[in-house]
């Protein structure tokens, strides 16, 4: 019988201990856990595993209000968690893995867009008093949905607009708050810029993929309505008490500077 040195056996056994035990199955557990969503979103969750299906919810601590979290993982630990809203619409999708430190991967909407890198760790945190607590501060965010989508950046028309007229927009945005401003042009047949109403501050809050916007002059606010968008485009809309300076709808807009 041929004999094999002492360190070739042992190195032989490593490999197999390291290669069973990235097969591991995750064991069942009811755990809360706290992390981010990006930079700037602090989350909280508690996560149920049974027979690798995955259930629970988490809320954002800016709001309180749960959303609800359903998946899987398989047996290297990758696992799959799709969030609904408290009308059973998907507003989100978790994609990741466990490690010996939590839970770590990609948050994104349904659709893939909106990437942000999440991560998720253990905590002693009681989560149903801390959802009922900060749900109860803060129920005018109720219908929230976090993160909102970003509007930052200098924005004009290059879509369904009329033949003789152009606006512009330069937007910041903190959250789900924004401020800026926009301008309105008519132009000739020759795309000279015939005139203009000015220029104009605009204000609004982020409700999902719409602004709600007032728009104001010196003497206050003259008008309102709301910015829908889609990828690199922005609709605008008035309200019915339109402004005769601005159109009152169907104007797209795409994204021309970050």
């Not at 909106?114 to 005018?140: G, H, Q, T, V």
Request: net charge negative.
């Amino acid at each position: 019988m041929k004999k094999y040195p002492l360190f070739i056996i042992a190195i032989f056994s490593l490999a197999i201990f390291f290669a069973c035990s990235e097969n591991q199955t995750v064991n069942d557990f009811t755990k809360t856990f706290e992390g981010k969503i990006g930079d700037e979103y602090e989350i909280v969750a508690k996560i149920k595993l049974s027979k690798n299906q995955l259930e629970g919810v988490y809320f954002y601590e800016e709001i309180g209000v749960d959303l609800i979290i359903k998946g899987s993982v398989d047996t290297e630990g990758i696992l799959i968690l799709n969030e609904f809203d408290s009308n059973g619409n998907q507003t989100g999708v978790f994609k990741g893995n466990f490690s010996n430190t939590g839970i770590s991967g990609n948050w994104s909407k349904p659709d893939g867009s909106k990437s942000k890198a999440f991560y998720l760790k253990e905590s002693e945190i009681d989560y149903d008093s801390m959802s009922k607590s900060l749900s109860s501060k803060n129920l005018d965010n109720s219908k929230v949905e976090f993160p909102p989508s970003d509007f930052r950046g200098s924005w004009s028309d290059e879509g369904d607009v009329s033949a003789n007229s152009r606006l512009e927009l330069e937007i910041n945005q903190i959250a789900d708050k924004i401020e800026g401003s926009i301008t309105f042009y008519k132009w000739d047949e020759n795309g000279d810029i015939k005139e203009s109403s000015g220029l104009y501050a605009l204000t609004g809050s982020v409700i999902g993929e719409t602004v709600y916007i007032q728009l104001h002059s010196q003497g206050g606010t003259i008008t309102e309505g709301k910015l829908t968008r889609k990828e690199d485009y922005l609709k605008f809309s008035q309200n019915q008490n339109a402004d005769p300076r601005f159109p009152i709808e169907r104007l797209v807009w795409k994204q021309s500077s970050n």
